[in-house]
């Protein structure tokens, strides 16, 4: 399935993508939230939606396809040539830090660019939800149980927030907007090999990042068993993994977001993405 929320920010309704327009089905879940996962959500909708009627999309907006999380986590330096071009080490374990859970917008929101900020940079990554509460796991295969399904996100970030104020990433991270995330949750018996998914990212209709989930260093089930064993994993949370080469920092000279500028992004069997660039209010 394909899930997606539907509406004005801050009112959307959960719905399941049907072919080229949606199935509202708000009258029997109320949002895609922790309680919905931590119920089997997912299961039940799947026996509801067949036969309803589908509801074209006409230029309603789209929201992320879940509510705020408990928790946004990110896997830093997950892909090689992403290290290679950021001039750092390949990590023997996996970098992990967060951004604030209020970045989260939807995958055709602005994305503003901070006061004061001359190096926002973009990040396509894959984003993983969780579908139960996990602790301590036992091993990878009870980390893929756990996974509800995969988003696209755009892991925009402030680089001399992230790496010139002190060394602290989450400053880098967590200004407003700095999360677009979808156009759906889709889950993962939709996607033929999540370990072979097409990534790519334009700015300005140019081609910056071009890559493959296949060289990521840790993978979904690695990086959900991982992460368990160090705190809590809340159904509904937000895991982003890493991003492939061709983010603005690695060019030389380095290339950053401006106000007017256009984000365009997508992986295979996941959806695409488009963010206008304006200057914080």
Not at 14 to 39: K, L, M, T
Not at 233 to 254: W, Y
Request: with cysteine; hydrophobic share 40%.
């Amino acid at each position: 399935m394909y899930l997606m929320r539907i509406g004005p920010a801050g009112a959307e309704k959960p719905a399941v993508r049907a072919g080229d327009g949606y199935v509202d089905v708000s009258d029997v879940v109320s949002d895609f939230d922790a309680a919905f996962f931590e119920s089997g959500g997912v299961e039940r909708l799947r026996g509801i939606v067949a036969g309803r009627p589908v509801t074209p999309i006409d230029g309603r907006r789209i929201g992320a396809p879940i509510t705020r999380p408990h928790q946004i986590l990110c896997i830093g330096l997950n892909y090689s040539d992403h290290a290679a071009e950021s001039g750092m080490e390949v990590p023997a374990e996996p970098i992990v830090f967060n951004k604030s859970p209020n970045t989260l917008v939807g995958p055709y929101d602005e994305v503003r660019v901070p006061r004061g900020s001359v190096k926002t940079d973009w990040e396509v990554e894959l984003g993983i939800v969780i579908g139960s509460r996990c602790r301590y796991l036992p091993d990878e295969a009870a980390a893929l149980d756990a996974i509800a399904g995969y988003v696209v996100v755009n892991d925009v970030s402030e680089r001399e927030f992230q790496l010139e104020r002190g060394g602290q990433w989450v400053k880098g991270k967590s200004a407003e907007t700095f999360n677009p995330c979808g156009p759906y949750l889709v889950t993962p018996d939709e996607i033929p090999d999540v370990g072979a998914l097409d990534m790519w990212l334009d700015v300005n209709g140019t081609r910056r990042q071009k890559g493959s989930t296949a060289t990521m260093l840790f993978g979904p089930a690695f990086v959900v068993h991982y992460l368990s064993q160090f705190m809590v994993l809340e159904p509904g949370d937000l895991i982003n993994t890493g991003t492939p080469p061709g983010v603005g920092m690695g060019f030389n000279p380095p290339i950053y977001l401006r106000p007017g500028d256009v984000m365009e992004l997508g992986i295979s069997h996941l959806g695409t993405q488009r963010q206008p660039v304006v200057a914080a209010p």
